[in-house]
């Protein structure tokens, strides 16, 4: 402990001048261990099937032959390459394959629509994009296409040699203005992600790790691949369907050790038919990240499986960085401690610590090499990290106990936390003001049931309009999990004195027919 709401959980390991994050998460285990199993890709839709199975070697070979195939086609160190493929290996084989060539990489979700990848694609200028068959039509500004089976017809190449504080990977998060920011990863943001290991994973060579996510998700790519292979530990990974019955069968079959998943999923699975049995008795704990834990979810899981279900607090802009551990569970009531190595506080409004106990604004450390370069501002500008004197603000609020335990308090902003995901209120409200028949729009989180945050919207109309119709309006424009859940009809939306809408005001009401 080193002052008021400051803590400081270990040293950290000096992180290396050089690194390449694909050569730590893959190609270090290729040299210690290259027959061992890396990967197993199932099926959600016949548990018993096993799709595909890769060897460590396997997964070197594939990437360094798509570092090789993107340097052929003209991809230029640190170049981005917009990586929207299938539920499937090429995937993960193209996101490390372009991160072991020096080039930066983009995944995008499958569920953008046309005009969410066109506004990516415009801001971070993509030298090249590595498309699905069925991805929507978009201008890609200038982006040559290239097949993903292209990837595995050139010989493997080297792992470039990339310093620590190149740039690896590019993200894009709602931000707090409702347009998407890219946020710019370091090579050594893989250095920074080995806190989680003992702070929360406990992964080990001999794992089976199963992550619930799509491939293309960060969460999966960090927790469900780069962890457990810069361990030697093996991925489980689903490319049929996600239905709460899904899982356990899974996972009855294929035996994880560790489980990874967002706490609606966690709901959904303990609610279905007579709940998960013994199905998840090869366990031994679980993981949970992505929206605050409630303490029935918790309860609930623990009683259902005898098994621990571990709480991670983080974001985009860092991963996680608060988290209880196997050793190590601070329960539903706190997020948990900060990851051994990593130096957390709790802020006031003038940038100090605050006394213990108080509530203020969670920082980390700017030091902290997991943390992000900064967020895109395009082609030939420096990022930008938003700091507060040493400390990076991440917007969530919290307190922290004299041992240094976390417990959250919710967003500083109005970023709606929905089943995982992070939706901006801004860029949805934009959304439905462009129908003729909303006059006003304001947008929230409700919850429907203690645990579940989902996404709502308060509607102002001038003429007739119903639900089905707004919500096939967003979906046109929106991703799946930004189209609101339920649309509420009001004569006006709460306002203060100059003006600004007050979106925490916002409550369920009637619903729009």
Known sequence: MDGPSVHASGTPD?????????DHAVGAAARTGAESEALLVVDGDAPDT????????????????????????GVA??????????????????FFGA??????????????????????????????????????????????RLDGAALGMAAPGDYADTAADDPAFLVYTSGSTGRPKGVLHAQRSVWGRRAMRAGWQGFGPGDRVMHTGAFNWTYTLGVGLSDPWSVGATAILNAGSRGPEVWP???????????????GLYRRILRHGDGPGDAFASLRHALTAGEKLSADIHDAWV??????????????????????SPARQAGPDHAGWPQPGRRVAVLGEDGAPVPLGAEGVLAVDARDPGLMLGYWRGEGHAPDLPLTGAWFETGDRAAMAADGRIAYRG?????????????APEEVEAALLRHPAVAEAGVAGFSPKPGVTLVGAWIVARAGVDARTL???????????????????????????????????LAPGALLA
């Not at 000096?14 to 694909?22: G, I, Q, S, T, V």
């Not at 009683?303 to 860092?318: C, D, F, K, N, V």
């Not at 967003?411 to 939706?423: F, M, P």
């Not at 979906?475 to 925490?504: I, M």
């Open 50 to 73: 096993l799709r595909e199975r890769h060897t460590f070697g396997a997964v070197d070979k594939a990437v360094r032959r798509a570092a090789e195939a993107l340097r052929a086609a």
């Open 471 to 505: 919500a096939g309006h967003c979906a046109d424009r929106l991703a799946p999990y930004k189209t609101p859940r339920a649309f509420f009809s009001v004569e006006a939306l709460p306002r203060s004195p100059n003006g600004k809408l007050r979106r925490r005001a």
């Open 14 to 22: 000096p992180c290396p001048a050089r690194l390449n994050m694909a």
């Open 249 to 263: 069968r899974l996972a009855a079959r294929w035996k994880p050790t560790v489980l990874a998943s967002v706490p």
């Open 303 to 324: 009683a259902a499986t005898g098994r621990p279900l571990l709480e991670a607090l983080g974001m985009s802009e860092i991963s996680t960085y608060v988290s209880s």
């Open 411 to 423: 967003r500083a902003d109005d970023l709606i936390n929905a089943q995982g995901y992070r939706v």
């Open 77 to 94: 160190r640190g170049g981005r390459v917009l990586i929207r493929l299938g539920d499937g290996p090429d995937f993960p084989v193209a």
């Open 99 to 144: 991160i072991a060539a020096g080039a930066v990489a983009l995944p995008v979700s499958a569920q953008l629509s046309a005009r969410e990848l066109e506004t990516i694609a415009r801001d971070a200028q993509p030298a090249l994009a590595l498309l699905a068959g069925d991805t929507p039509d978009f201008d890609r500004a200038g982006a040559r």
